[in-house]
């Protein structure tokens, strides 16, 4: 941290937040700055009168200040490579930084790691690093030596941050390699024994949705001598695992021509080129208006619906509908796995509107499981903001 660090002064009241140890500072808050400090810049937080609170990345959107430490101490090499370590330690005790049937895992967590603005996924030997905040961006080497440092396998960090950093802040943001290189774009790494291609370069987030590998496990479980949809399906990864799991029959749709594509060739590298697997480039949600009712296992997995608060009422207008009309379609001693990742929606509206959407289908259905992201994916009891993965298997009556 710089000696001379601007300022911020909290309104009077306005702290209780920090002393919880909540991790943002949002703008309403701020009385005033004392200093000019740049976006993404280190910057000090105080009380109205003077009480140092936290330190943490400068930037000109609502949340202020993403804090990084509450404690009067420098953000240097050594506190990034603790910070890291910090996080891989976890890692290895959840059995993810070597095992061979699970090659890739997320290492940092954003604010469940204590560094709000930053995820890392490890894919076999690489590191991709997206960036949410302009001072993280900022920090990229610093990130990447530390990542090094602490991840002694690791032959290359790749940032893919240039969709993550907030615009409109005047800084160019170009993806590129921080440190090694790899050739190949697409990649093969395994989750629970399954192979998957993965192209951190050019794919979805970091390349795959690691969030759901628990998830997808549950639906392995459930898939034997069922007729399985898979909405939303990008790389297929449902899709692999009820295959997996003995179903007769698997359909995987997304939007996304190349997406089906890959879904396709994610079943043939486990399956090989006759497993009872379709695929269908097509508006999910329009699919599901007339979907095939021999389907006794649906996976309705969609992207975030609501980004930010200002429209989780049209979001959850959206989660009810498509859940309805899944729903209509689906006899008795069928299961339906259903998700939310929009932070902005709660577990309590997640499942009031999907229960809604069992009452407009005319059906009765029981709550299996309450799902939500794995442990690599934690969340800091600070910030309950963070539990963002949300999910529901219903049985149908």
């Given at each position: 941290?710089?000696?001379?660090?601007?300022?911020?002064?909290?309104?009077?009241?306005?702290?209780?937040?920090?002393?919880?140890?909540?991790?943002?500072?949002?703008?309403?808050?701020?009385?005033?700055?004392?200093?000019?400090?740049?976006?993404?810049?280190?910057?000090?937080?105080?009380?109205?009168?003077?009480?140092?609170?936290?330190?943490?990345?400068?930037?000109?959107?609502?949340?202020?200040?993403?804090?990084?430490?509450?404690?009067?101490?420098?953000?240097?090499?050594?506190?990034?490579?603790?910070?890291?370590?910090?996080?891989?330690?976890?890692?290895?005790?959840?059995?993810?930084?070597?095992?061979?049937?699970?090659?890739?895992?997320?290492?940092?967590?954003?604010?469940?790691?204590?560094?709000?603005?930053?995820?890392?996924?490890?894919?076999?030997?690489t590191a991709v690093v997206q960036c949410h905040s302009v001072g993280m961006y900022r920090s990229r080497q610093e990130i990447a030596r530390a990542l090094t440092a602490v991840c002694t396998g690791l032959t290359a960090v790749y940032d893919k941050s240039s969709q993550t950093v907030p615009r409109n802040r005047n800084i160019a943001v170009q993806d590129g390699y921080l440190f090694g290189?790899?050739?190949?774009?697409?990649?093969?790494?395994?989750?629970?024994?399954?192979?998957?291609?993965?192209?951190?370069?050019?794919?979805?987030?970091?390349?795959?949705?690691?969030?759901?590998?628990?998830?997808?496990?549950?639906?392995?479980?459930?898939?034997?001598?069922?007729?399985?949809?898979?909405?939303?399906?990008?790389?297929?990864?449902?899709?692999?695992?009820?295959?997996?799991?003995?179903?007769?029959?698997?359909?995987?749709?997304?939007?996304?021509?190349?997406?089906?594509?890959?879904?396709?060739?994610?079943?043939?590298?486990?399956?090989?080129?006759?497993?009872?697997?379709?695929?269908?480039?097509?508006?999910?949600?329009?699919?599901?208006?007339?979907?095939?009712?021999?389907?006794?296992?649906?996976?309705?997995?969609?992207?975030?619906?609501?980004?930010?608060?200002?429209?989780?009422?049209?979001?959850?207008?959206?989660?009810?509908?498509?859940?309805?009309?899944?729903?209509?379609?689906?006899?008795?001693?069928?299961?339906?796995?259903?998700?939310?990742?929009?932070?902005?929606?709660?577990?309590?509206?997640?499942?009031?509107?999907?229960?809604?959407?069992?009452?407009?289908?005319?059906?009765?259905?029981?709550?299996?499981?309450?799902?939500?992201?794995?442990?690599?994916?934690?969340?800091?009891?600070?910030?309950?903001?963070?539990?963002?993965?949300?999910?529901?298997?219903?049985?149908?009556?």
């Amino acid at each position: 941290m710089r000696d001379m660090a601007a300022r911020v002064i909290l309104k009077k009241g306005k702290e209780q937040s920090l002393l919880r140890f909540h991790p943002w500072v949002f703008s309403g808050a701020i009385q005033t700055i004392q200093g000019v400090p740049s976006e993404g810049d280190v910057v000090e937080v105080y009380t109205f009168d003077g009480q140092f609170l936290a330190a943490g990345h400068y930037e000109s959107g609502s949340i202020a200040v993403r804090v990084l430490t509450f404690t009067r101490e420098p953000i240097d090499a050594s506190w990034w490579k603790q910070r890291i370590e910090s996080a891989f330690q976890v890692r290895k005790l959840l059995g993810l930084t070597d095992c061979e049937e699970t090659t890739c895992y997320r290492l940092v967590h954003g604010e469940g790691d204590n560094l709000s603005g930053l995820i890392v996924d490890v894919y076999g030997q690489t590191a991709v690093v997206q960036c949410h905040s302009v001072g993280m961006y900022r920090s990229r080497q610093e990130i990447a030596r530390a990542l090094t440092a602490v991840c002694t396998g690791l032959t290359a960090v790749y940032d893919k941050s240039s969709q993550t950093v907030p615009r409109n802040r005047n800084i160019a943001v170009q993806d590129g390699y921080l440190f090694g290189n790899v050739d190949n774009k697409e990649n093969i790494v395994m989750e629970n024994g399954h192979k998957f291609l993965v192209n951190w370069e050019e794919g979805q987030k970091t390349g795959f949705f690691i969030d759901q590998r628990f998830n997808r496990s549950l639906v392995e479980r459930y898939a034997k001598g069922r007729h399985v949809l898979n909405t939303f399906c990008y790389t297929g990864g449902f899709s692999v695992c009820a295959l997996a799991g003995g179903a007769k029959s698997v359909c995987s749709i997304d939007a996304s021509e190349s997406a089906v594509a890959l879904a396709a060739r994610n079943v043939t590298l486990n399956f090989g080129p006759d497993a009872p697997h379709e695929t269908v480039a097509a508006d999910a949600v329009e699919y599901l208006k007339t979907m095939d009712e021999k389907y006794d296992l649906v996976i309705l997995d969609p992207p975030a619906f609501a980004k930010h608060h200002r429209i989780t009422d049209q979001a959850l207008q959206g989660y009810k509908r498509i859940n309805a009309r899944a729903l209509s379609k689906m006899g008795s001693g069928s299961i339906l796995f259903t998700f939310s990742c929009s932070q902005a929606i709660s577990k309590e509206q997640f499942r009031t509107v999907v229960f809604t959407a069992a009452a407009i289908a005319g059906k009765r259905v029981r709550i299996l499981h309450q799902l939500t992201q794995p442990t690599d994916h934690p969340i800091n009891i600070y910030h309950p903001e963070g539990e963002y993965l949300k999910g529901l298997v219903l049985y149908v009556e």
